[in-house]
């Protein structure tokens, strides 16, 4: 917790825009203090790579299984005919009209956008949720508040 504050500090990056910090623990006095090497101890090697080059660096696939998503019903799709073409490949069959969405494809690229707002939250960048369906609208506007983040839900001018 303490590290995840300090790290945004600019001392801590180097040009390359690489992480250059080391971490000193005191067990028995339970305090955390991070360090920027000095230049005697430049060789000791303390970069982070970059979190982008990781399938899970900040471990999502941990957040969501298969599991969850089909108790949560996310294999329900819409009705067969308001299917996109270009939704065909992701859609496993249908039963009674309704489009049923192929999870196992769905799994990994839910995975990868959840390791690129990570990584976006993690350089502090600004993430706007949007939607215009008036029902989930208070979800959203709640879910941005809650994370710190910005909602726009409301009808804007062309």
């Not at 819409?78 to 309704?98: A, E, F, K």
Request: with cysteine; net charge neutral; proline share 4%.
């Amino acid at each position: 917790m303490y590290l995840l504050l300090l790290l945004f500090n600019d001392k801590l990056f180097q040009e390359d825009g690489k992480l250059n910090f080391k971490v000193n623990y005191s067990i028995d006095e339970n305090i955390v203090d991070v360090v920027t090497p000095s230049k005697k101890e430049k060789n000791i090697p303390t970069v982070i790579d970059d979190p982008l080059q990781h399938d899970d660096y900040f471990n999502v696939r941990s957040l969501v299984t298969l599991e969850d998503l089909f108790k949560n019903r996310a294999h329900h799709g819409h009705v067969t005919g308001m299917r996109n073409p270009w939704m065909s490949q992701y859609i496993y069959g249908h039963r009674l009209d309704v489009d049923i969405i192929h999870l196992d494809k769905t799994l990994p690229m839910l995975y990868s956008a959840l390791n690129f707002l990570a990584y976006i939250a993690y350089r502090q960048g600004i993430i706007l949720s949007l939607t215009r369906y008036p029902a989930h609208v208070p979800l959203v506007e709640r879910a941005a508040r809650d994370c710190g983040e910005y909602a726009h839900c409301r009808k804007w001018a062309y």
